[in-house]
């Protein structure tokens, strides 16, 4: 893919648990374009979480090359990690991950504490200030997380992810927590900001949250099952209906459990 912000080749990643050998990740070759919007789905223990890991510059393969912008980070030091996720990754997770003492405007400066372009107190404020305007949320900046709704919550926490205009914003289940009204919302906002030109990739199992992408990477045991666009990946029944089997059979659960109760 020309013009790619992302290059994974042969990635594995491989984890020892006692005498047991937990093959995560085996030989991915996957590569995302500037301001593409991506959703990487995949079954528990499919390797998602894991890519999500290498992606973020959370965790290093145990072997393969993953390229970020043109630069090597899989070979880089741990501090030189620390820089990037600061200052060139965005994250927003399904619980929000707010400090719930601070107010909406002081999650949002927390990444200019360790920024070395942030400038001084004056300036710190006008950028957290314009992201939750940003993000809608420019009257509730004195709020602290508990006088917030879950979206609201969720926008102080893409509003964060933002601030720093990182190079790739990435989303792990972040409408996990959300009722289906308040999703359709936070997608929006995802889509918004895609279309301003950011790089967004979600770690999703929701049919509905990687429909809103532009493709849909599947994995399963470690390994890419598919890389489709959106449109051709649910053209494929087969992923649909094992979608539409899971939820059946959660449905039943949850209506036995009530039933005994």
């Known amino acids: 893919m020309s013009d790619s912000i992302i290059q994974l080749r042969g ?33 528990s223990g499919s390797g998602k979480s894991t890519l999500m890991n290498m992606l973020g510059c959370l ?24 820089l990037i996720r600061n200052e060139e990754i965005g994250f927003v997770f399904q619980s929000f991950e707010l400090l719930a003492r601070q107010s909406a405007l002081e999650n ?21 200030l314009s992201a939750l305007q940003r993000v809608g949320l420019g009257n ?5 997380p508990n006088q917030l709704s879950g979206g609201q919550k969720q926008r102080v ?3 964060r992810a933002i ?20 999703t359709a919302e ?8 895609y279309r301003e030109g950011q790089t967004i990739i979600i770690v999703t199992h929701e049919n509905d949250v990687a429909a809103h ?12 099952l598919s890389d489709l666009s959106a449109e051709e990946d649910f053209e494929v029944s087969p992923y649909v209906e094992e979608a539409r089997a899971t939820q059946r059979r959660r449905a039943a659960a949850e209506e036995a459990t009530e039933a005994t109760t």
């Not at 927390?110 to 957290?128: D, H, K, V």
């Not at 992408?213 to 890419?224: A, N, P, S, Y």
């Open 140 to 144: 509730r900046v004195d709020h602290r």
């Open 11 to 43: 990635i594995a990643k491989v984890y020892r648990v006692g005498v047991e050998t937990i093959h995560a990740l085996r030989g991915v070759d996957l590569d995302i374009g500037r301001n593409e919007m991506v959703a990487i789905m995949g079954s």
């Open 59 to 82: 965790d290093r393969p145990t072997s393969g090359e993953y390229m970020l912008g043109g630069r090597l980070v899989s070979a880089m030091k741990t501090d030189e990690l620390a």
């Open 157 to 159: 926490a893409i509003a």
């Open 186 to 193: 936070i997608l929006a906002l995802f889509t918004r900001i």
């Open 108 to 128: 949002v400066e927390l990444p200019l504490m360790y920024s070395s372009t942030a400038g001084g107190f004056r300036a710190r404020r006008e950028r957290a």
């Open 163 to 182: 601030l720093n205009n990182p190079k790739i914003l990435m989303a792990d289940e972040p409408t996990g927590n959300l009722d289906s009204a308040t």
């Open 213 to 224: 992408c532009q493709r849909v990477v599947r994995l399963r045991d470690g390994r890419i």
